[in-house]
């Protein structure tokens, strides 16, 4: 046994081999961190405050395991292997816990603290123990300067590989329950490693042999927990993140400016947003005889209703959008509301938070414009919003001669669903015209224009637009053959085939 | 729980839902939950009593002369007053028992939502004509008719997708036919089973009518068809080599659920009726029409069409006799028995045969030899308000949601029809479980033994097993036994000549039920009440009418 007092035998131990491990074990006990921290930031927002509690109490718990290891006394190296298991597991699991936690309901923050605190104080206990173990084999100042050197080159390996490689390629499930094999996979190998300081080798590998195979079965199920946890799409750095009862409302800033996300999909990025919107506003004004009523269902960041207000004539528009949380932000959250024009300020803008298909179903007034922008039709509930009912009774609520528009997924990404859409309002008894625009951060995008009867542009385009005029307005209409109509069924709300025909035609893409 | 007590809940729920149940119910810490308030709701025990008791009701002294005097506001008695008020009759009265109308197509309500306690959907015609579609059509639901002549419905009426799903070994599955682990010969089984019932569902006789027709008074009376009512479903089943457990499966489910009684204790005419007439695919229909409320929303439609005062509820029909100038008719206002009488040109008895021969006075000393061949399953439905739609692993909450492994036949969802952008928030979910076996008797028994705390663990035990924390969320359950909910078409009965000696008029009374169809189904009760109302317009006299059949 490898008694602290004893005078220590001479060990044929592998001395390179133990400063790789330093490198190692540096490299996850940073990779623990930065997920922590990005995690944080992900799923809270304000990634400045969430990375700097992070850091801080992450190197105090890492101080306190560096005190603590006065404690162990005997058996060091028996300690030093338990102590590698376990941070392999607490580390690996660290991801997983914290997104399965968010979810699951209100002690995020003590789960999140809870794991930094535990991570931090047994990584805080390796390096300590470590020093000890070799303290007799190497002289003091090369030990000091190896493990140092080995430390902090792991520390800079973790930080460049983090978000060139692992964020991007692996997501932060998957990279935290790697790194925790990693790190299991160092315990294991330590066991060889200081083979002769170890009273029972074999019950180590057999804990180690235990931790490894917790950590492969969780990675086994990474997709779940992944699709579970919607991770891994978030680029740039995280500035707004809330949850409401509808949906999970995050808004990022990176080079290109803001990006608005619902859970999880992209709704705008602001470069290109202006593509998006004049080209869902525009073609709709400029058809329909009058501008003097606008309904928008949906679209509740303001962009749209920023376009309609361009247009003279425009007395009143309704926002109807379901969730008060985002109309809230695109209202006061000053740098969204700089974007949309502090639009949904003005004074001809009522802000309705209720449900669509019920403000439809429920009202009379009917509108000379609607703008129909809703999420894509990716699951049954947002299926509902794209049926013959649907469009019956949007075309119950409009003017004889007015127009809407419908924001109708990709025509080129997910073609059938595209012409399945424009079908289907042509089934409620619509006159048609669909168009598409290109807009990079989302590709190529459809519209369709329904009207209760057949309408030509009849105004001019308002001035200051930046995509849209009246050369480029003609030109939407024309579709490439690899985006051409295709036959398709009518979407009901007794067979909802859009949702099943897009869900299969986006699997292709991602 | 005491020990003594917990073996007893065990026995139940292993008896009621299988042993796979009472397994998650354990899981869950089932047994320790506290008991989600609620209440047994039904009546019709008590009516029955005082209907079958030693002392004789009291009489009114004076009769109301009517025309016509409609007994039981079910969607019988209610089609047959729609038909009647349809010609102009207006000299009309409906009596019921109840404390409002739809019989076994009742429905409640509370804050959260409409819903039903018996009937809850229709699937849609797939043929212009006949009352159902008359009533349809007087509802606005009719949108129009297809190339193949199909008349199709207003979609915000039929189930909205996702309509179906079921629950095995922990996830949620498409449709009704488990097909997750299927194994080849399985699905060479349904597949050709599904081709038989599609072939089945085309078939016609010599004089143009369909095998299998809705009603089934529609459909062809050859021995080729109505030999299969001599053998039982499950026979059948076996004889054409039909193995599968999975099919077995989706057949007894089919039976249960429509008739309230296993495969072995359906005639095979009624089990492939099922899929050939009313709920095949190759019968091209548009699906279930349905409503919060099921088909209280039908019941309310006929209701329409009487005037104030036509419908008394809360009145126990007890004596219908003929005599001189008509026939009487005498009721008590149920609880307080204080009585009235009606002196009718017609009667239209709109109520099961148990209960016709009970009345009937007539019939009281010498009971009609048809009597034993109508037999009646038992069922139970609860409803169950939850503060949050229940979900769960794979297929999203459907309208249907079943549960491979229950005997139950699990639940539908109130709310799915709401026109809401969003689906969540509290909900109400409506619980079935028919009492199927052979022996309608002992399973009546079985029935009525069950109390509240009864029910209220079968309930849970069954939810929890497909979602774990139900109980967190579970706020009010109302349970109903219905005694006698459906006619049972055992082997030979839907061919045999009681059920047509049943239906024949005795003098100015009539008869309407759905047990004259021998399938307790709208389709029959509509037909059989408008049926009678012809009859009873015939025996009026005045200007001829235009059948409506
Ligand atoms: C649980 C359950 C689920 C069902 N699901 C469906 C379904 O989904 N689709 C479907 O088509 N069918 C369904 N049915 C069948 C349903 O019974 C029929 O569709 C139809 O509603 C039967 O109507 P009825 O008028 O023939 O009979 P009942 O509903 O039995 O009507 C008889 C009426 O007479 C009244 N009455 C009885 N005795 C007296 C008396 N002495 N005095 C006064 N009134 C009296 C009763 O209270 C009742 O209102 C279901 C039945 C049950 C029980």
Redo the contacts with the bound molecule.
Sequence with gaps: MADEAAPAPELPLRRELLFLTVLVIATCGLVYELIVGTLASYLLGDSVTQFSTVIGVYLFSMGVGAWLSRFVERGLAQRFVEVELAVAFAGGVTAPLLFVSFNAGPFFRVVLYGSVLVVGALVGLEIPLLLRILKDQVRFKDLVAHVLTFDYVGALAASLLFPLVLVPKLGLVRTSLLFGLINGAVGLWSTWLLEPLLPSPGRLRLKAAGVLLLLFMGLAAADRITDYAEEGMYADEVVHASSSPYQRIVLTRGKRGFSLFLNGNLQFAAVDEYRYHEALVHPAMARAARHAHVLVLGGGDGLAVRELLRWQGVETVTLVDLDPAMTKLATEYEELAALNGHSLSDRRVRVVNADALQFLAEGDARYDVVVVDFPDPNNFSLGKLYTTRFYGLLKSRMAPDGVAVIQSTSPLMARQSFWCVEATVAAAGFWTAPYHALVPSFGEWGYVLAAPSPREVVHALPPGLRFLDAQVLSSLSDFPPDMARLPSEVNRLNNQVLVRTYEEEWRRWN | MAALELMRRRELIHAFLGAAAWSACQKGGGAERPQVPGALVDR?FE?GHA?RGAAPLPRAQALEPVDVVV?????????AAWRLAGAGVRSLRV????EG??????SGRNAVSAF???????PAPTREGGPVMRLLSGMGLVTGVDDAGRPRFAEQALVREPDERLFYRGTWYDGLYLRAGASGEDLRQLQRFEQAMDALSKARDGQGRKAFDVPLERGSDDAEWTALDRLSMEEWLHQEGYTSPRLRWLVDYACRD?F?ADAAAVSAYAGIWYFAARHGEGTGSDGYLTWPE??GRLVAELQRALGPGQLATR????AVEPVDGGVAVH?VEAGTERPAGYLARRVVL???RF?AA??YVPWRQAPPAFLPAFQYTP?A?ANLTVSEHPGGRGVPLAWDNVLYESKSMGYVVATHQRERMVDGGPTVLTW?Y?LSAPDVKAERERLLSSGYADWEALVMADLSAAHRDIGRTAERLEVMR?G???VRPRPGFLFGPERRAAAVPAGAVHF????LGGL??????CH??VRAAEEVLAGLGGRPQETWL
């Design positions: 019709a009516w209907l007994v039981g506001a079910g969607a019988a008695g209610l089609s009596l019921e028992v109840d109308p739809g019989g076994t197509a009742r039903p306690w018996g009937a809850h959907y229709l429509d309230g099921g088909n009145a126990l029909v007890h009721a709109a109520v099961p209960v009970r009345v069922w439905v079935y028919p219905w006698h909910a459906m309407a039920h759905s047990d307790a189904l709208f389709e029959e009760a059989h009440g």
